[in-house]
């Protein structure tokens, strides 16, 4: 997998070291956040909706420190638009969108094996890459780029393959 990401960046026109750390950092995350949840969640007797609880609990005040120290609290509460009803309800179905995708993450996490993420995580990945190519005129078919995607494709089932 790491091998076909380091083939298909070889060949990246707009090439930003900043995006490509960031990037890898939100993948190193994900991947800590996902193992935490499925180990919490056999561990102890909480549901999702009690591992949700318990997540923005932990979260909520090292997130309002964060943004108070680096202005985008301040930024967003003198947001002119913060108090308009089209705003308001716009806000309220972004954040209910975000509690259902969270609540299938941690459904998905507590209900599923490790093999069945893992192959419900390649088929989005294949889903991810189409719709990019589709989607954004400035991504060209690249055969380099396009043998790494491959590549990295073909290591995840690998590895599914292997971990069944």
Not at 20 to 49: C, D, P, Q
Not at 97 to 116: K, P
Request: aromatic residues 12%.
């Amino acid at each position: 997998m790491v091998l076909g990401a380091i083939v298909a960046g070889l060949r990246d026109f707009s090439f930003d070291a900043w995006g490509y750390f960031v990037v890898f950092a939100s993948n190193g995350s994900t991947a800590l956040y996902l193992a935490t949840i499925s180990r919490l969640g056999k561990r102890t007797s909480l549901n999702s909706f009690g591992l949700m609880w318990c997540n923005g609990l932990i979260c909520a005040p090292i997130l309002l420190i964060v943004t108070f120290l680096n202005g985008d609290l301040l930024e967003a509460l003198s947001f002119e638009y913060l108090h308009t009803l089209k705003f308001q309800l716009v806000l309220l179905l972004s954040c209910l969108l975000a509690f259902a995708l969270n609540y299938t993450i941690f459904l998905n996490t507590a209900v599923n094996s490790a093999l069945t993420q893992t192959v419900c995580g390649n088929l989005k990945d294949a889903v991810v890459i189409v719709i990019g190519f589709q989607s954004f005129s400035d991504a060209r078919f690249d055969p380099i780029n396009m043998v790494g995607i491959l590549l990295g494709i073909a290591g995840s089932v690998m590895y599914a393959v292997l971990k069944l």
